[in-house]
């Protein structure tokens, strides 16, 4: 009869001594099938290439954002471009309800802030209240119907 050790609650994992390597994407050697060439061509038509702008965590704070984007000015033209307005207290109201809708715990998820930023983007508002109505659309977006109801 063979008795197996059972880990227990208190006896912590330890730690794989190696560093975790990098590993480059593979590299192929084939041509692109026509199904892949199409693919790639819709995506740079649609401007997939081009630099986006994003929301970034600054300073101590988690909740204190900024532009992440290597000229501040520039992004901040095309974020509010993004979202359909020229008016920077519309910008800041709409930035910190997206923050508070990605919280948890008072520190906010980036990556679920930029995704709801993107879905706002790419319905291409042309004033805020499509703007708005782009951010209830998006997943989080569902969170403040459910929360208000």
Do not use: H, W
Not at 22 to 42: C, G, I, V, Y
Not at 81 to 97: E, H, N, P, R
């Amino acid at each position: 009869m063979t008795t197996r050790s059972k880990r227990t609650a208190a006896t912590p994992a330890v730690p794989d001594p190696k560093p975790i390597e990098q590993k480059t994407p593979p590299t192929t050697d084939r041509e692109p099938t026509a199904k892949e060439l199409a693919a790639m061509k819709k995506v740079v038509a649609r401007g997939g290439e081009t630099q986006t702008v994003k929301l970034k965590a600054s300073g101590k704070d988690s909740r204190t954002f900024e532009i992440d984007y290597d000229d501040k000015v520039i992004g901040l033209a095309l974020l509010m471009d993004a979202v359909g307005t020229t008016d920077s207290d519309f910008l800041q109201g709409l930035t910190s309800q997206l923050v508070n809708l990605n919280s948890k715990n008072g520190e906010f998820d980036q990556c679920g802030l930029n995704f709801m930023l993107s879905v706002i983007k790419g319905v291409e508002p042309s004033d805020q209240l499509e703007a708005m109505l782009a951010g209830l659309t998006s997943p989080a977006g569902c969170k403040f119907y459910v929360i208000s109801t």
